[in-house]
C-alpha cells in the first residue's frame, strides 16, 4: 500500500491541480464553499463565475450568516439546485449565532459527526472538509472516487456502506489531502467514465478491472419525464409581476406564475425549456396586459435583474423581451 500511496502523490505532483484556489488556502470556510459548490457542477463552471465573486460578496462565515437570503440566491444566480445556497446559508447563520453566543467567531466543527449535523452537509462533504480542511486521515467519496475503486476491485453493484469500508482502507492517512485530492484528479481526467486511459494511471498495476474498465460499476438507466406547464406574464404599465417561491421547489426565487388554464384573453408566444437533474420541465408561455394593477408585485425589467431568478425565469424573461421587441 506505501508503494501505491507514492505512486499517487507522485503523479499528484507531476499532473494534479495545484493551483485550485480552494486547494491551496487554509481557510476552512473557502474550502467548505467549494465543496458545496463543485456539487453537480463542474470545476469550470464555479472556478470562472461564481467562487471568487461569492467570496467577495460574503467573504467569511459570519458575513454569509448575516447576510439576507435574497443577497445570497442573487449571487447564486444560474449555478442551480438552489437548496445548495440555501442550505449554506442556514448552516453560516446557525455557526454566527452560535459564535456570538459563546464570543468568538464563527468557525466550522471539526468533527465529522458534528459536521453533518449542519443542514446540507452530507457524509461526503463533511470528510472532504475533514480531509481538506482539517487534514483528518478520512477518504472522500464522489463520484470520480466512487468510479476508481469499483474498477479497482471489480465491482458492480457496491452498497455504499461497502464503499466507504474499502475507501477507508485505502486512504493515505499520513497524506490525506493530496491522497483525495489526487483521485478526484484521476478520475476526472483518467479514470474517466468513457474511454480511460488505464496505461497512464497510477493505480494501474493493482486494478483487478482495467481489463474491461467500462464494465464497472454498472451504469444506471435514467429515464427523465417531462412537465409541462403553462406560465401567465401579467403585465402592468410596462411592469411584469412575479412571484416569491415558499414552496420547496427553488424556494425563495423569484418567479412568473404558474397556472393550470391559460386566460382567454392572454396571448400565447411560445415556449421554453429547461432539464434539471430528476425532470425535464416545458413551459408554455402566455402574457396578460392588465388595465388594473391586481397583484402585489410589479417589477421593470431593470429591477427583475435585481432579484434571484432561476434559469428558466430567465430564459422566459428572455423570450418575452424578444417578443416584445418585434413589434
Not at 487554509?26 to 467548505?32: E, F, L
Not at 464522489?142 to 461497502?162: F, G, H, Q, S
Not at 410589479?298 to 432561476?310: D, G, N
Request: proline share 6%.
Amino acid at each position: 500500500m506505501k508503494k501505491t500511496h507514492q505512486n499517487i502523490r507522485t503523479w499528484y505532483k507531476l499532473y494534479g491541480r495545484l493551483d485550485l484556489p480552494w486547494r491551496t488556502t487554509t481557510d476552512p470556510y473557502h474550502i467548505y464553499l467549494s465543496e458545496v459548490m463543485l456539487q453537480q457542477t463542474q470545476v469550470s463552471t464555479v472556478l470562472e463565475r461564481y467562487y471568487f465573486p461569492f467570496l467577495k460578496k460574503f467573504p467569511t462565515l459570519k458575513a454569509l450568516g448575516t447576510a439576507p437570503l435574497d443577497d445570497v440566491l442573487k449571487m447564486w444566480e444560474g449555478l442551480g439546485y438552489y437548496n445548495r445556497a440555501k442550505n449554506l446559508h442556514k448552516t453560516a447563520k446557525i455557526l454566527t449565532q452560535r459564535g456570538q453566543a459563546q464570543g468568538v467567531p464563527p468557525t466550522l466543527p471539526l468533527n465529522i459527526d458534528e459536521l453533518i449535523k449542519l443542514p446540507g452537509i452530507g457524509k461526503n462533504t463533511a470528510h472532504a472538509v475533514a480531509a481538506f480542511a482539517f487534514k483528518q486521515p478520512v477518504p472522500i467519496m464522489e463520484a470520480n472516487v466512487k468510479r476508481i475503486l469499483c474498477r479497482l476491485y471489480k465491482l458492480k453493484t457496491p452498497t455504499d456502506k461497502a464503499l466507504w469500508e474499502i475507501a477507508y482502507n485505502f486512504v493515505d492517512k499520513e497524506n490525506p489531502f493530496d491522497y483525495n485530492q489526487a483521485m478526484m484528479d484521476i478520475g476526472s481526467s483518467i479514470c474517466t467514465p468513457k474511454n480511460p486511459q488505464c496505461t497512464l494511471c497510477p493505480l494501474s498495476s493493482i486494478c483487478q478491472g482495467k481489463e474491461e474498465p467500462t464494465r464497472y460499476p454498472n451504469k444506471k438507466k435514467r429515464v427523465v419525464p417531462t412537465r409541462e406547464q403553462n406560465i401567465m406574464l401579467y403585465t402592468y404599465n410596462d411592469k411584469l409581476s412575479l412571484t416569491q417561491r415558499t414552496g420547496k421547489f427553488l424556494h425563495g426565487l423569484w418567479g412568473f406564475e404558474e397556472i393550470d388554464v391559460p386566460l382567454c384573453a392572454s396571448e400565447y408566444i411560445g415556449e421554453v425549456s429547461h432539464t434539471y437533474t430528476h425532470f425535464k420541465r416545458i413551459c408554455k408561455i402566455y402574457v396578460y396586459d392588465e388595465l388594473d394593477a391586481t397583484r402585489n408585485n410589479y417589477f421593470t425589467v431593470q429591477e427583475i435583474r435585481k432579484l434571484a431568478i432561476s434559469k428558466v425565469d430567465d430564459k422566459i424573461l428572455k423570450l418575452y423581451l424578444d417578443t416584445i421587441q418585434t413589434y
